[in-house]
């Protein structure tokens, strides 16, 4: 079965400092997809990024990185001097190979940054 | 419009009656997709549709839901028989424009809150 945990339900941090949020997921397949979306005080869900699995890539978007281990079942994301406009639900989620986006989401972790 | 669309926004009914939630997605969006959001929780799936061909409802929690998108545009996801457990958020989504690649990215409404009383 598929399942995405995150540990972190609330994190705080004050602006600048780094933070990173912490993604473990378990799934049988060999070709899988993992995302993270974004959760804005609004309420919409903003898609932040998609990885396969054969990519094990760390990626780069600005202050945004996320590290992707096989060997540990996990795709972390970092957000680097964080801001106040960083304050939101983060998800990650999983999907298997198949042409479609069944996404298996975590519960989310809060993130507060604090000026 | 530019985004997908969801309507109502909100919804209290009592518990026993049927609701119907309305998703448009955007413009020349293939697939498009049902999920439900607890408070707190992350969301779970209900449902998915390829044009208007339904291709998955395993996360249809009974068969009191159903959902449909019978021109592959508009689709509606139908509650009967409401109970208080069916109080969640209901967000849609789409992705895959016709002719483009699919890149993975879903891009969500901004839901439907459903009370039941």
């Known amino acids: ?115 | 419009g530019a985004g997908v669309s969801q309507s109502p926004r909100y919804k209290v009914t009592k518990r026993g009656q049927d609701v119907a939630l309305r998703c448009d997605p955007i413009s020349g969006h293939v697939s498009l997709y049902w999920y439900r959001q607890a408070l707190g929780q992350g969301p779970e799936f209900l449902t998915y549709f390829n044009y208007e061909a339904q291709q998955d409802k395993s996360g249809l929690p009974n068969d009191r839901f159903s959902a449909e998108r019978p021109e592959g545009s508009i689709s509606t996801l139908t509650i009967q028989r409401t109970e208080q457990r069916d109080s969640a958020m209901y967000r849609c989504a789409s992705s895959w424009h016709r002719g483009g690649t699919n890149t993975g990215e879903l891009f969500f409404g901004e839901g439907s809150r459903l009370t039941v009383l």
């Open chain 1, 1 to 115: 079965a598929q399942k995405v945990t995150q540990a972190q339900t609330e994190i705080s941090v004050v602006e600048k400092e780094d933070v990173t949020l912490d993604c473990v997921y378990e799934t049988r397949d060999t070709t899988y997809y993992l995302f993270w979306y974004k959760q804005p005080p609004s309420g919409e869900l903003v898609f932040l990024i998609r990885r396969n699995s054969f990519d094990e890539q760390n990626e780069i978007s600005g202050r945004y990185s996320w590290n992707f281990q096989k060997s540990t079942s996990s795709f972390n994301f970092t957000i680097t001097a964080s801001q106040v406009v960083d304050s939101a639900v983060y998800f990650c989620a999983l999907s298997e190979a198949g042409g479609y986006n069944k996404l298996i989401f975590g519960a989310g972790t809060r993130l507060a940054v604090h000026p």
